[in-house]
């Protein structure tokens, strides 16, 4: 099955710097990227997604980038805000196979410092 | 429109004790998944369902069941309860067609 590898786990910005986290995938049949935002106390949000037919999408300060031949993608957050602090999950799944389902990356704690 | 709808939010069992949590959404999504999130360890598949009356297994599927009854309700039951499933656990749906997730709030389940 697939497998979804996330870095860092923990990533510390001052207020105004960029964000970056980076994923790796190992099913080449993956073909939807989605990130996800989870606030504390709430369930995961979804914050921008991406498909294997393109190479990079944007979303006012986010931005994903897609590099299907070696298997990883990563989320940019420019001008970071303090609203911007929580776990950021990143996710493939393959959209034909029955159920749609995602595998889930491990996480990563973002600390926006003001 | 309340989206998705978890119940109980907390929960607190005793080792061998049983227990259902519902999940509930109201958008006339298809597609219905229970995943457990551990530190560290990102969200987890339990079971999931493609449709009302079936259900399929996930990546942790051992210590649960599930039912899909009706189409806006997804069950999660755990008939043994063991220290080893305490996790937070979130219920999410998908329409048919589309892949965007809708996730509840959680449910914090702790197994002394």
């Known amino acids: 099955g697939e497998n979804v590898e996330q870095h860092p786990s923990t990533l510390s910005v001052q207020e105004g710097d960029s964000a970056v986290i980076k994923c790796t995938y190992s099913?080449?049949?993956?073909?939807?990227f989605p990130w996800y935002k989870q606030e504390l106390g709430k369930g995961p949000q979804l914050i921008i997604d991406?498909?294997?037919?393109?190479g990079e999408k944007k979303d006012q300060r986010i931005a994903v980038t897609l590099n299907k031949t070696a298997k990883h993608f990563s989320l940019h957050i420019t001008e970071t805000q303090p609203e911007d602090s929580a776990v950021y999950f990143c996710?493939?799944?393959?959209?034909?196979?029955?159920?749609?389902?995602?595998?889930f990356g491990g996480g990563t704690r973002v600390l926006v410092k003001p | 429109n309340a989206g998705v709808t978890q119940t109980p939010k907390f929960r607190v069992l005793k080792t061998g004790q049983s227990m259902t949590l519902l999940c509930a959404q109201d958008?006339?999504?298809?597609?219905m998944y229970w995943y457990r999130q551990d530190p560290g360890m990102g969200l987890r598949l339990i079971h999931y369902?493609?449709?009302?009356?079936?259900?399929a297994k996930g990546e942790v599927p051992d210590g649960y069941n599930v039912s899909r009854l009706k189409k806006q309700n997804f069950l999660l039951g755990l008939e043994s309860a063991a220290p080893s499933q305490t996790s937070v656990y979130f219920c999410?749906?998908?329409?048919?067609?589309?892949?965007?997730?809708?996730f509840g709030q959680g449910t914090r389940l702790t197994v002394v």
């Open positions: 999410a749906s998908i329409p048919a067609g589309e892949n965007k997730a809708f």
């Open positions: 991406i498909r294997s037919n393109v």
């Open positions: 099913d080449s049949a993956s073909n939807y």
């Open positions: 958008m006339n999504h298809e597609y």
């Open positions: 369902s493609v449709g009302e009356g079936t259900t």
């Open positions: 996710a493939a799944s393959t959209i034909e196979a029955a159920g749609n389902k995602l595998t």
